[in-house]
């Protein structure tokens, strides 16, 4: 049953300790990544590297052929998409995770996350919590994975006392 507030039910409510099962997998809806959205990002970041921010340089000296965006661009979109569909009112921690950048992400790349639950544990000192690591893979159009992460995060359970209760 949905949480009511005012007599209406909640909607977008994200997922909770006992969605998140050992093997269980989704994937998010997709974002395009922008040429505004890569300046607006840098400019916020401070990120001002010559990789980002001098097409002459991309051109003439850099690996790189096209407008690239940052690796954290990538990441912070992947968490966006995330948030909206999973964490609403049930997300209460982010304790940490390894990130792995594979593959170079540009504007015009369309990318959702692809996302696997590799740890679910109920938590030893906050009762009505688990713990959740996922393997999280942010996935362009063409299949190429852009960059892997494994969040740990503290996840509300549906009841006071954990899955038992």
């Known amino acids: 049953m949905a949480k009511e507030t005012?007599?209406?039910?909640?909607?977008?409510?994200?997922?909770?300790?006992?969605?998140?099962?050992?093997?269980?997998?989704?994937?998010?809806?997709?974002?395009?990544?922008?040429?505004?959205?890569?300046?607006?990002?840098?400019?916020?970041?401070?990120?001002?590297?010559?990789?980002?921010?001098?097409?002459?340089?991309?051109?003439?000296?850099?690996?790189?052929?096209g407008r690239v965006a940052p690796g954290a661009l990538g990441y912070t979109f992947a968490e966006g998409l995330l948030v909206q569909a999973t964490m609403q009112h049930t997300g209460f921690a982010f304790l940490g995770m390894e990130l792995k950048i594979e593959n170079p992400l540009f504007a015009g790349d369309t990318i959702h996350v692809e996302v696997e639950v590799i740890e679910a544990r109920l938590s030893q000192s906050r009762p009505g919590r688990g713990l959740v690591r996922?393997?999280?893979?942010?996935?362009?159009?063409d299949g190429t994975?852009?960059?892997?992460?494994?969040?740990l995060r503290m996840?509300?359970?549906?009841?006071?006392?954990?899955?038992?209760?």
């Open 145 to 151: 994975v852009v960059l892997t992460y494994t969040p």
């Open 6 to 65: 005012g007599g209406l039910p909640y909607v977008g409510l994200g997922l909770y300790f006992e969605d998140l099962t050992m093997g269980r997998a989704f994937r998010t809806i997709g974002r395009t990544v922008t040429e505004a959205d890569i300046v607006n990002f840098i400019n916020t970041t401070g990120m001002a590297e010559v990789l980002f921010m001098n097409l002459d340089f991309l051109e003439k000296e850099s690996d790189i052929r």
């Open 155 to 165: 996840v509300k359970c549906r009841s006071a006392g954990g899955p038992e209760a």
């Open 134 to 141: 996922t393997r999280n893979r942010v996935v362009k159009q």
